[in-house]
Nanobody
Framework: QVQLVESGGRLVQAGDSLRLSCAAS????????MGWFRQAPGKEREFVAA????????YYADSVKGRFTISRDNARNTMYLQINPLKPEDTAVYYC??????????????????????WGQGTQVTVSS
């Protein structure tokens, strides 16, 4: 049973920094791509960032490029999202995700299709202005 547990979300001020974590269990973490998504109040869930199984390839949504950094520690079975600086529009529930299976070179497209993924319960980030 794959489990994903996010942590690190809290109330912060605009301009602050924050690091979110996603701890994974239930299978060999280093064999699978991972990603972060977010859902703001009244909006649909959207893609934020993705990272390959080795950590060597990353992708970002245009809205977060230059401010968000995705990384992973395969020895600790944990993925991270560093956010700096935070903006009020970053207020959302942040979810981590990983595909049900390995898709090889097609991992990124697979991850973007939400029905292909395991999901965590989310962690709330609130940014005050």
């Amino acid at each position: 049973q794959v489990q994903l547990v996010e942590s690190g979300g809290r109330l912060v001020q605009a301009g602050d920094s924050l690091r979110l974590s996603c701890a994974a269990s239930g299978r060999t973490f280093s064999n699978y791509a991972m990603g972060w998504f977010r859902q703001a109040p009244g909006k649909e869930r959207e893609f934020v960032a993705a990272i390959s199984w080795s950590g060597g390839v990353t992708y970002y949504a245009d809205s977060v490029k230059g401010r968000f950094t995705i990384s992973r520690d395969n020895a600790r079975n944990t993925m991270y999202l560093q956010i700096n600086p935070l903006k009020p529009e970053d207020t959302a529930v942040y979810y981590c995700a990983t595909p049900f299976r390995s898709y090889g070179s097609g991992w990124y497209a697979a991850l973007l299709d939400e029905k292909n993924n395991y999901w965590g319960q989310g962690t709330q980030v609130t940014v005050s202005s």
